[in-house]
């Protein structure tokens, strides 16, 4: 056989992994474009929805009006965009999972879509959890923080013009409100992964709970950084964020110990190693002395 009869059969298998995965992302595509058009048709329940943390801390204070303002002639447009681009994420996101699937499962070993399957499964949980959080705890919290700074003014007339006080008044642009709701909810739910993805890396050996509690300091110090980046400028929400995430790498090191335990325990049981370190250490001790007598 001459070698280009070799490299056109080791390149057909190539060209076909190429045009599965061109076809995997068509279809994830066209999965994102319909949930993306069906959420466009519907955006104003959605935007009614997304403002309820922001109405409720604004009826608590007193506030009959909930209204957000237009500030651009064009906001109006970029605001249904922005909800559709992420309904139609969040709509199509078992879509383009289940294209994932299908791309790598059949690369995988049994054991190895067994372990990877119920990861893929958690994503999503775990993420909606997240997004909740935020959503229902975290948005009310700052919200409230964000309004106490406002201020009512005094009536102007002749008499106490001298000592009049000029109010402070909330008046949202509707895109910036958008903006910070949806930062919100997308950064507590990539945080909350984080316990999937360290336990999928611990489950394939990359990283192990011994080297996650040694790294905790250097984690802390990361873990601040992030709170103080995907959050605005509070000391509240700042907290909030550095409090979950902190607890949640705490239990990534639980976890990543469960599967550390289970995996060993199975290597045992196969034969592959002896963990009795008692048997081993007299072996040693023994060994050293018979060096030292001789």
Request: proline share 4%; charged share 15%.
């Amino acid at each position: 056989m001459s070698d280009n009869d070799e490299i056109e059969e080791s390149s057909a298998p190539l060209i076909e992994h190429l045009t599965e995965l061109r076809q995997r992302l068509i279809n994830s595509v066209i999965g994102f474009l319909i949930g993306m058009i069906v959420c466009f048709t519907v955006w104003n329940p959605i935007f009614d929805f997304l403002t309820q943390p922001l109405c409720s801390a604004l009826a608590q204070r007193g506030h009959s009006d909930c209204g957000l303002i237009l500030i651009k002639l064009q906001e109006g447009f970029f605001v249904a965009i922005s909800i559709s681009l992420m309904g139609g994420l969040i709509l199509s996101f078992p879509v383009i999972s289940y294209q994932l699937w299908r791309f790598v499962a059949p690369g995988l070993y049994k054991s190895e879509k067994g372990a990877f399957f119920p990861f893929l499964l958690a994503s999503p949980i775990m993420f909606f959890l997240g997004a909740s959080f935020a959503f229902y705890i975290v948005t009310p919290l700052a919200f409230n923080f964000f309004l106490g700074f406002q201020q009512p003014g005094s009536v102007i007339d002749s008499e106490t013009a001298e000592n009049a006080v000029a109010g402070i008044a909330f008046q949202g642009s509707a895109q910036e409100y958008l903006s910070l709701t949806i930062k919100f909810i997308v950064a507590f739910g990539m945080c909350f992964q984080l316990p999937v993805l360290l336990t999928l890396m611990g489950k394939a050996g990359l990283v192990g709970s011994e080297g996650l509690g040694n790294v905790r300091k250097y984690a802390v110090v990361a873990i601040l950084v992030l709170a103080a980046l995907v959050t605005p400028p509070d000391v509240i929400t700042q907290v909030i964020l550095f409090v979950v995430v902190y607890g949640l790498y705490e239990i990534s090191i639980f976890l990543v110990a469960r599967v550390e335990k289970k995996r060993d325990a199975k290597l045992q049981e196969e034969g592959y190693f002896d963990d009795d370190e008692d048997v081993i250490n007299e072996l040693l001790d023994d060994n050293v002395k018979d060096y030292t007598n001789d």
